[in-house]
């Protein structure tokens, strides 16, 4: 059984880890443990009793699962509510616990004095060794009750012997996203957050704590929360070295009024414990995705082409066909016409919410088009924006308060556009129509879903609640969207994009297999994004096309090779390419269909850094170890500087008793022996190479 109970005490336990917690003896929910399972049940350590100090109280040096505002303690509250009569402050008792399933725990309690309630549930995902929490407040009054804020979880880190945590998170904007930043967690509260109303690539919704952690060895904490819209990580050092983190809905300008017998419930937050280094920490989240999260995760993405960087909005089904005769000869498998192809979208001015084809481009609808595809063997598939409008549509035309805005401030477009309020039932309804009829009417399989404008002026004239749960209710909006249209045409991928990576979280994955990683397609730095993204998603999630973005300088295999890390697709002019270029890209497509279960279903391992070095690699080993892909890259190293040698690359993951054949070495080894004394691949700048490695016995 992974969770054991007792009145007072709860443990679970995943495959290799715990966490527990328990009534400490003033009845306060004390978290005790999270780290390695341990062999006895009687093992766990018991809820602390601290006890009062100066001018706080016991509660404030008692790690409390889910701290509210009250009392005589001055951490970060998990939840914060203001009471109907002005009492701002929740005093929450356990009340009883229920196991739901053999895997899901709830925590019930009692605000002390009013009838409100809350349910803090566990999900234990045994052989991910991840803990899923969540949590519910229920008014169970006769008035309503302001929430100012609601996190998922707060997480506790075992105490420490001072500032010893590092804290590594993920920052950048457009078309540079996923750097990592790794450094000390120092007194006080780091918070990293969304206030764009998407998940933003400005910050991601991730975070790993460590104590001298590194790749490949060593404890790490990490966590991420499956929401889509406004977020916040508040790690929070405070007195006496304890460490906490916070993380669920951004409470910036957020509140929610509840209502009478209404329930609020939290998106739910991720974390794990593993003592064996980032590299192990990623792994674990890659396999919960692609078991348990992503719609088709046992499916093989296609090879793809998108038409955006060739052709931009002057698509037509001349110059797109031209372009599929090309992709399909070359190996493609799906053929993806992308912005430019619906009413009066002729530049980003005008068309966005008119969901038809444009009668000039298509006078015949796109009928002709995905025919055509379709007889060169391959799929078809769109690019749509639906939660957008430009003022010069017919949609907006039709309905301009459909917009999120304030009647008495300007309307600022971004990119000439506006957003439809998702919150909203009948904007809700007309998207669904709109796509589906699409869908319906269209031999599709592919949809890339983009949203490229952040929120200003969040108003909301006609909101059944508080305006302010426009920021919960836009996406609860979008997520009903796209998990109707979802169910109708259950064998459509979709793939989620914003501007780039702006929309890449665990919540948007329920519905979309792929993420578009960036709008920066040029291959080098596209190796440092591919690094960033993969802290937290697997690689058959992270779409990655060749284009020809400085391809002066930047060889083609090369650009290959970076994006055949991923799910591959390719995004040139192929009108312009070459014939030996051409066959340069048939080939390594060819070599991509062979590898591509490895790289998109198999363990990954990130050997050499490419944010930290210019000589960096990348290996996937296949689950059962009988295979394994290795990709190096030089970028640029100055030749006085590699003119003796670039440093051996050590695989990892091998069968250490087994065999291996690495290609271009000509004999077999131990798994052990490649991995220990590694293998000398010798680059010249801007080089690449992929080698394939094979277990020949036992
Ligand atoms: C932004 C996306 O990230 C691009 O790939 C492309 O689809 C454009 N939008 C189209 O407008």
Known sequence: MPIHTSPTYWILETRNTAYSFGLNDSGLL????????????????????????????????????????????????????????????AVFEFVDFALVDSFTLEIRLKDSYYPLHLTLHYRVHEEYDLIERWATLENRSA???????????????????????????????????????????????????????????Q???????????????GEVWFGTLAWSGNWKIAAEVADYHSTRVNIGWNDWDFTWRLQPNQSLQTPPALAGYTPSGFGAASRLLHDYVRDTVIPHGKIL?????????????????????????????????????????????????????????DEIKFPNGLGGLIQKVNALGMDFGLWVEPEMVNPDSDLYRAHPDWVIHFPTRARTEMRNQLILN??????????????????????????????????????????????????????EGLYHVWGTLRERHLRVIWQSCASGGGRADFGILRFADQVWTSDNTEATSRLNIQEGYSQYLPANTMEAWVTDADAENVPLEFRFHVSMCGSLGVGGNLLEWDQSERQVGAECIRQYKEIRHIVQFGDQ???????????????????????????????????????????????????????YVIEGFDRPRSGKAWMETGVDVNLKNMQSKMLRIRKVAP
């Open 143 to 201: 008035e309503p009750i302001q929430v100012e804020r609601l996190f998922s979880a707060k997480w506790t880190l075992p105490p420490s012997g001072g500032d010893d945590y590092f804290l590594t998170h993920m920052f950048g904007h457009h078309v540079d996203e996923f750097h990592m930043v790794r450094e000390p967690l120092t007194k006080g509260v780091k918070v990293i957050e969304s206030k764009r109303i998407i998940t933003s690539f």
């Open 301 to 357: 993405h296609k090879v793809l082409y998108n038409s955006w960087e060739a052709t931009t909005f002057n698509v037509d089904e001349a110059s797109q066909s031209a372009l599929a005769e090309i992709a399909a000869k070359m190996g493609v498998e799906l053929f993806v016409m992308d912005d430019g192809w619906f009413h009066k979208r002729n530049l980003d001015n005008a068309g966005l919410g008119d969901w038809w084809p």
């Open 30 to 89: 004390t978290h005790c443990h999270w780290g390695a399972r341990l062999p006895f049940v009687a093992d766990y350590p018991a809820p602390i009793n601290p006890v009062y100090w100066a001018a706080d109280g016991a509660s404030h040096f008692t790690p409390e699962e889910f701290p509210s505002n009250n009392g005589a303690k001055y951490i970060d509250p998990a939840l914060k509510v203001t009471f109907a009569d002005g009492v701002r402050d």
């Open 605 to 659: 391992y990130r050997l050499r850094s490419p944010q930290k070095n210019p000589f960096s690699a990348v290996q996937y080993v296949s689950k059962d170890r009988s295979e394994s892909v290795l990709f190096a890259f030089r970028v640029h190293i100055p030749d006085f500087v590699s003119v003796v040698k670039l440093p051996p690359i050590y695989p990892r993951g091998l069968d250490p008793e087994a065999l």
């Open 203 to 217: 910050h991601t919704p991730w975070f790993a704590l460590d104590r001298n952690a590194s790749e490949d060895a």
């Open 422 to 475: 998702m919150a909203r039932a009948d904007v809700q309804d007309y998207i669904i129509e709109a796509l589906d009829k699409l869908l319906r009417e269209n031999n599709i399989t592919f949809i890339k879903w983009d949203m490229n404008r952040h929120v200003t002026e969040p108003g909301w004239q006609d909101a059944p609640g508080d305006p302010r749960e426009i920021w919960v209710r836009y996406v």
